[in-house]
């Protein structure tokens, strides 16, 4: 891309779990909990290295915050560029 102009394109596939709004902490907590020990999980590491995805298993905090960026990126370049859904 940076050969075609684009110095500042960045693009990359993240995934994370979600749960309803008001959902208690406790339960967010363990869900968290109970995710990373997954992610943790020797198997579960394995393939996803060899996947060659990196698993971050940020707290519900930063995730949040991520999530929250990501919109409003996306939104700007749906805006910027006309993008639509048909």
């Known amino acids: 891309m940076m050969e075609q102009g684009m110095k500042d394109y960045e693009l990359y596939v993240w995934m994370g779990m979600l749960a309803p709004k008001g959902t208690p902490a406790p339960i967010i ?13 020797p198997a579960v ?10 698993a971050v298993g940020s ?19 749906i805006k910027d560029t006309g993008a639509r859904v048909d």
């Open 29 to 41: 907590e363990r869900l968290h909990r109970e995710f990373v020990t997954a992610l943790r999980a």
């Open 45 to 54: 590491k394995t393939f996803m290295d060899t996947a060659a995805i990196e």
């Open 59 to 77: 707290t519900p905090a930063e995730f949040g915050r991520f999530f929250r960026e990501e919109k409003v990126r996306w939104a700007k370049v």
